[in-house]
């Protein structure tokens, strides 16, 4: 029985075509461009960081609300993956 986080057949192929073609491209742009694009996604992304943390509507003691939306946004935004313990541990 396949997991069900694991995408299928088509869509494992998909992602494999569509990886190639980014490498493939990526190695024809010069490396500023790449460097770039990089620096500006992040400046967008602490920009956004710095909107949760700067949200007047939310409390302090609704720290960890903060806390969730930021790592949601590593999740979301860099696909970074974190461990963090689980609120029933």
Do not use: W
């Not at 969730?68 to 461990?83: A, H, M, Q």
């Amino acid at each position: 029985m396949r997991n069900r986080e694991e995408p299928d057949t088509p869509t494992a192929l998909y992602h494999a075509v569509v990886g190639k073609m980014v490498l493939d491209h990526m190695e024809r742009v010069h490396p500023t461009v790449i460097s770039h694009a990089v620096e500006s996604r992040a400046v967008q992304t602490l920009e956004a960081i710095r909107c949760v943390l700067e949200n007047s509507r939310l409390e302090d003691t609704e720290c960890c609300e903060r806390i969730e939306n930021l790592v949601d946004l590593f999740f979301r935004e860099l696909n970074v993956k974190i461990d963090r313990c689980s609120e029933t541990e």
